[in-house]
Structure formats: C-alpha cells, structure tokens
C-alpha cells in the first residue's frame, strides 16, 4: 500500500473516531456535537471573498454549507494525518507508537483556537463565546481524541492490511 493511500486512511479513521466520540458523548453527556455545516459556511463566505463573520450562526446560510462543512471536516483530518506521517516517517507507518499521534492530534487544535474560531466569530480560543473556558476543554479533548484516533488507524491499517 502506498504511502498516499496510508495517509488518506489514516485521516478517514482518525477523523471517524472523533465524530464517533462527539456521538457518544452527546448520548452520555447531553453535549451538542459540532455543527459542521458553520465550519461549510464559513467556507462558502470565503469563494466571495468574506474571510472573517462577527457571528457564523448569524449570517446567511450558503447553499451546500452542510456539504462542504463536512468534506471539509474529513479533508482536514486526512491534512493531518499527512502531516503526521510526514513528520514520524515511513517507520511510524510500520510501527505506529502514541506519542506521535498525540501530539500532533492535541497540536491540530491550534487551526480551531487560532484560525476558525476568530473568523467564525468565536474569537481567538473561543474567547467570545459565552463559556470559553469550556470550549477550549471540548476542543482540547475532541482533538487528543483525534491524535488517539490516528494511532489507532495506524495500527488498524499495520494488522489489518498488511503495511
């Protein structure tokens, strides 16, 4: 299996993994798991050029915001999941270990505090939200979940595929 192939499995899983747990812990915990479509309209402002909202939920919904929202969403965690193989090698490939996934999954919550969350309007690390001391938890936890779901699809992949 390629490297490439690696890579985009990797991704799918990790990011499967972390939706999986956003499921399980609204179940459990009453907690609204993201809303994917924002992130899709947020996309959709930026082909006409608006790159940063005073509120997403407040703006005009954009047509396919679901859609995009989501490939996104996916698009981003196989990103990642490059970005941890091509960090770690080709012998995390072969012997996935923790540590690596870790820390780029806790590492990947920079995008959502430093990037997506002020042009949706949130602020810089959900500081404009009405509990941001509670959403940086939720990010923090959802995106170690991400970095455990890397490992996890690395070693998926070495079992199961044969890499």
Excluded at 86 to 101: E, F, H
Aim: charged share 5%; aromatic share 12%; glycine share 12%.
């Amino acid at each position: 299996m390629n490297n490439l192939m690696v890579v985009f499995l990797i991704g799918i899983g990790a990011t499967a993994l972390m939706d999986l747990w956003s499921i399980l812990r609204k179940s459990l915990l009453g907690i609204t798991p993201p809303n994917y479509g924002m992130v899709g309209r947020w996309l959709a402002y930026m082909t006409h050029g608006k790159f940063h909202h005073g509120s997403i939920a407040a703006s005009a919904p954009m047509q396919g915001e679901y859609f995009i929202g989501w490939i996104a969403h996916y698009l981003i965690g196989i990103a990642f999941a490059a970005v941890l193989v091509g960090t770690a090698g080709k012998s995390w490939i072969l012997n996935p270990t923790i540590g690596p996934a870790l820390v780029v999954g806790v590492g990947t919550v920079a995008a959502p505090f430093l990037l997506m969350q002020p042009g949706m309007g949130a602020g810089i690390a959900s500081s404009r939200t009405p509990k941001p001391n509670s959403a940086r938890l939720h990010s923090f936890v959802n995106h170690a979940v991400f970095g455990l779901g890397l490992y996890a699809s690395g070693w998926a992949l070495k079992l199961y595929c044969s890499i």
